[in-house]
């Protein structure tokens, strides 16, 4: 009954491995779905922004409609994670010296949450200026 | 005993290139190359929200010749992964696996791509000359 509940570590080991593979074909695909009509919708909105004429005006005001600034921050957040999941796989494929992979696998981590964090904040300060 | 370094895969140099191994490599290419749109159009945003100064050089970036080549470019790439994508679902869900509807399911997916960013800007361009 105890081992049920603390799981030994040679258990989590042999299943944690498989659950994370399997969480991360998951939301690789799910994300992949969710961004098949937000980037449509992006690139029709930047179509429409280029033709209005691209001043900053143009866009601040873009940004900050309810709709799209929800959309915007939505498309980031999957954008994002969907990214995170492919450069992932494409460094465990091509980067063989362990250090060099454990090191690109943390600065992937760390620059695309910096990124994003950033992108998330700029959309709501434009959203809070207006 | 030592042994050398292993032979790793993917063996690509070994290989006669197919429609098929180019498709899936160009999936993998123009993933890595989104990633860097994805960081224009975030450094876009960041800049629209430090102030006109700083718009200001993002629009003088991507209204350059460079700057637009890169959104031509960008913009097929999201067409061709997207359409590949979509043929990747269809093999997660086991459709698609013999030989001749993968060689079908490229030709599309190839011919498709480049219809959408000639259609998008092909209505773009002209929505922008006429106005």
Known sequence: ?130 | MSQGPRPLSPHLQVYKPQLTSVLSIMHRATGIFLALGSIMLALWVISAASGPEYYGWSLWFLSSWIGIALLAAWSWCIFYHLCNGVRHLFWDIGLGFSLKSTYLTGRIVVITSFALTAISWGIGLTMLCTR
């Open chain 1, 1 to 130: 009954m105890l081992s049920r509940v603390y799981k030994p570590l040679s258990y989590v080991r042999l299943f944690r491995p498989r659950r994370e593979a399997l969480n991360h074909w998951l939301i690789q695909r799910v994300t992949a779905i969710a961004l098949v009509p937000l980037s449509l919708w992006l690139i029709a909105s930047i179509w429409k922004i280029v033709i209005s004429g691209v001043t900053f005006e143009i866009v601040e005001q873009w940004i900050s409609s309810p709709i799209n600034a929800v959309l915007i921050l939505l498309f980031l957040g999957i954008l994002f994670w969907h990214l995170k999941l492919g450069l992932q796989v494409v460094i465990e494929d091509y980067i063989h010296t362990k250090w060099l992979n454990t090191g690109m696998l943390i600065t992937l981590k760390v620059a695309v949450s910096g990124i994003f964090i950033a992108s998330v904040y700029s959309v709501i300060s434009i959203c809070l200026r207006i």
